[in-house]
């Protein structure tokens, strides 16, 4: 469909701000122009007969070439996305910050800038990232890091690190989110780090130390504290059904966000698919299980999961999909919601969780 002219989304159900309504969906030269019970005579259509037309999802986690994850996340209803780097070589990390171009150079789902995952991260809790260049925050290399501000959107670190601490406000006042992850710091820590201005949580319960009911750490910190919002990956591998659901007893809907942290599209991909996630070979002097690496997850299916494993609303877990993420990178004024005058970035889907059309800016970029 152009999008210089109007049409209409017909037949679906709508999963609106407040709540969930049958209707139609006006798109005008790529935004959403209204939302009506009907369709006026005469008007062009697209029929969504059976399923559900949602906002489409903002993936905050997801490696691979941003070109490629452009055009592949779209089938799986994401229309924006963050691209993840990890830990580099100081240069080596400004060049892929440097070259990451604008979002309308690509061919599919909107790359909204770059999730650093480290480098200032604990090695100790390195997960399948590379501990070589996980290193404490020096001063001459956030200021690197901040000449390119404009491109870092969130930034995972580990706030018991020496210099991160201090490092957080000055990243936030650049408008970069600050996430707690790869991290073994203490409640105490942590609370300190969220009164600095650090808001999220990268993979709650992945990379953190596990509960200790007499030194919560990260994770505890993360259930409890309001200001902290948590991302999850809900492939059914990297937390169980129970450590969602408890979740969303400690946080409630609001305070958690689907990330996919999917890395099906890196290359070279050094790792091995089993049951829904990635590994990695543990080193020779660390003979043993293979390392969990990142999931195989598509936002849809998260979305699916959400609702299967908590039993929680469509509604709620498609706001964890889209409005929250777009929240928590400053984005929700633009993204993350079906409302009057924002870009039509939808995404239509059947009862079986399948997406039949993904729309950026008005265009159909997917059909199944």
Not at 147 to 158: D, E, F, G, P
Not at 213 to 233: C, S, W, Y
Request: glycine letters at 10%; hydrophobic letters at 45%; aromatic letters at 6%.
């Amino acid at each position: 469909m152009p999008t210089d002219q109007s049409f209409w989304i017909t037949n679906g159900r709508l999963i609106v701000p407040d709540g969930e309504r049958r209707g139609a969906l006006c798109i005008r030269n790529g935004r959403i122009a209204a939302i009506r019970p009907s369709v006026p005579r005469g008007a062009r259509t697209l029929s969504a007969r059976g399923q559900w037309i949602a906002p489409g999802f903002v993936d905050l986690h997801i490696w691979g070439d941003p070109a490629v994850v452009a055009r592949e996340a779209v089938k799986g209803g994401t229309t924006a996305f963050l691209t993840a780097i990890g830990p580099e070589a100081p240069e080596k990390l400004i060049e892929k910050l440097a070259g990451l171009g604008p979002s309308s150079e690509l061919d599919g789902a909107r790359c909204l800038g770059a999730h650093l995952e480290g480098p200032f991260v604990n090695p100790a809790q390195a997960g399948a990232l590379p501990p070589k260049w996980m290193r404490p925050v020096v001063a001459k290399e956030l200021t690197q890091l901040l000449r390119h501000a404009a491109a870092i959107k969130v930034i995972t670190l580990a706030p018991e690190l020496p210099g991160a601490l201090e490092a957080i406000p000055k990243l936030t006042r650049r408008g970069i989110a600050v996430s707690l992850g790869h991290s073994r710091a203490d409640a105490d820590t942590v609370s300190r780090a969220a009164a600095a201005g650090a808001t999220l949580v990268t993979h709650l319960f992945n990379g953190m130390r596990p509960l200790h009911h007499r030194e919560p750490g990260l994770l505890g910190a993360a259930l409890m504290d309001p200001r902290l919002t948590a991302m999850v990956i809900l492939d059914g591998v990297h937390i169980s059904t129970d450590a969602f659901r408890l979740a969303l007893l400690c946080k409630g809907v609001d305070r958690l966000i689907l990330e996919t942290d999917s890395i099906r599209h890196q290359r070279p991909l050094r790792a091995s698919y089993e049951r829904g996630a990635y590994y990695v070979p543990r080193p020779a002097w660390n003979a043993g299980k293979p390392t969990l690496a990142g999931s195989g997850l598509t936002m849809i299916e998260a979305v699916r999961n959400a609702v299967r494993f908590a039993k929680i609303s469509l509604g709620d877990a498609v706001r964890m999909a889209s409005l929250h993420p777009a929240r928590a990178i400053r984005q929700a004024g633009r993204f993350g919601a079906i409302t009057v005058g924002r870009p039509a970035d939808v995404v239509c889907f059947d009862e079986a969780f399948r997406v039949t059309r993904t729309l950026i800016a008005g265009r159909v970029v997917y059909q199944r």
